[in-house]
């Protein structure tokens, strides 16, 4: 028997595997196992526990493995990093997967991914080619593309992208993103519902992630706080707020905003909202603010304002729902009071978007079950040269 395994590290990335995951199981036989990996924030306190999140979406988990998520330092990154290739490469060794399937770009998956070129595990993976000009995960997602065997971009431009790094034309689909295979099929709750689940009534409100920008040296405490700032000019609107992610400078924004919301009336912090719950939220807000991937990827379907602050997503393809500011406050209230104008909202379009129509799961597990049923891999790779 075959096994492939797929694996998540984070809430977010966990969101967009989410439909991959139930399409590739249906392949399940007696020929190939596909087995969940659970790992990272997913087993902390600190940021949610949500692996309480994947057993309430009826997912079957073959393996939790913890691995460090402490954020204060470049040192604890670097740790994190060490531990999670050794416990991989051990656990590669041991499981002889056929492939691993990995999303994006944080610093733990290049742990992994390192793991599994140095078991020869060929990995399939989701989300290359894009660039994030304000982040580290620039770098770690173009080097995770050239470990990969078979590549899953969201869009034509980073397929094109990841051509030019000298993959195999062959090897490259772009089938769209997970993220609108969700919209699709998970945001049905109503505005009420929703919100009544957080335990709000009726209000006009935005819904904000705002993570640690980590190729800029001004401190996370201070970009927070021009964040914090803005937020308090609008009394009116409540700010639905999901913490940050655990790059460095993540939980020292989470602490900042655990404090502030003891104070501040119309902030409210979550440490996860689950993926129907916060894609219904999306739904119904106002706008979306911060500088999270899903206000690039997913927000734009709906046909609201994403206000994209600073640098983390630049360079990501984007739609015309989205404006784009600085980090100081007072660039975020001109990006509110154009996100909230009649003229702005007007033109904007539902059920548009430039990463795909919400089949993508279906095309990508059924590519991915082939490959590793049909044939034995070959790891070997030749650079495919453009001509110049």
């Known amino acids: 028997m075959k096994k492939i395994a797929v694996v998540t590290s984070t809430r977010a990335e966990f969101g967009l595997l989410c439909p991959l995951i139930r399409e590739l199981r249906k392949y399940e036989s007696t020929n190939v196992h596909i087995e969940l990996i659970v790992t990272g924030t997913h087993l902390s ?35 994190n990093q060490a531990i999670a290739l050794k416990k991989f490469t051990e656990l590669f060794l041991k499981k002889k997967y056929a492939g691993i399937v990995i999303l994006g ?68 689909f772009n089938f769209g993103s997970t993220g609108i295979d969700n919209i699709v099929k998970l945001s049905h709750l109503s505005k009420e519902i929703a919100l009544k689940k957080i335990g709000l009534n009726e209000c006009k409100y935005a819904l904000c992630t705002y993570h640690p920008v ?47 919301v003891k104070y501040i009336e119309n902030i409210h912090v979550f440490s996860s909202l689950g993926s129907e719950l916060y894609l219904s939220l999306m739904k119904h807000a106002e706008f979306v603010l911060g500088n999270s991937s899903s206000g690039i990827l997913e927000t734009p379907f709906f046909g609201i304002p994403t206000i994209n602050i600073g640098d983390r997503q630049r360079g990501r393809l984007q739609s015309k729902s989205i404006i784009n500011c600085g980090s100081h406050t007072s660039d975020i209230l001109n990006a509110i009071n154009v996100a909230c104008s009649d003229n702005f909202r007007g033109k904007l379009v539902t059920g548009q978007s430039p990463y795909g129509t919400g089949k993508a799961a279906y095309q990508i597990a059924k590519k991915i079950a082939n490959t590793v049923l049909k044939k034995n891999i070959d790891l070997k790779k030749k650079f495919y040269d453009l001509s110049i």
């Open 105 to 172: 770009d944080r610093y733990e998956m290049l742990s992994i991914a390192i793991a599994a070129g140095n078991t020869h595990t060929a990995i399939f993976h989701l989300c290359g080619g894009d660039t994030t000009e304000g982040a580290i995960d620039e770098w770690i997602r173009h080097s995770i593309t050239k470990m990969s065997y078979m590549h899953f971009p969201t869009n034509e431009i980073s397929r094109n992208r990841i051509i030019q790094m000298g993959e195999n034309p062959d090897k490259v």
């Open 214 to 260: 980590t190729m800029e040296d001004e401190a996370p405490e201070v970009m927070i706080d021009e964040f914090i700032c803005a937020i308090k000019e609008y009394p009116q609107i409540k700010f639905i707020i999901t913490k940050a992610n655990s790059d460095f400078g993540g939980e020292k924004i989470n602490r900042i905003l655990e404090e502030k």
């Open 45 to 79: 306190y600190d940021f949610g526990y949500t692996v309480d999140e994947i057993r309430n979406n009826g997912l079957r988990i073959d393996v939790e493995l913890e691995i460090p998520v402490a954020s204060d330092t470049p040192l604890d990154t670097s740790n």
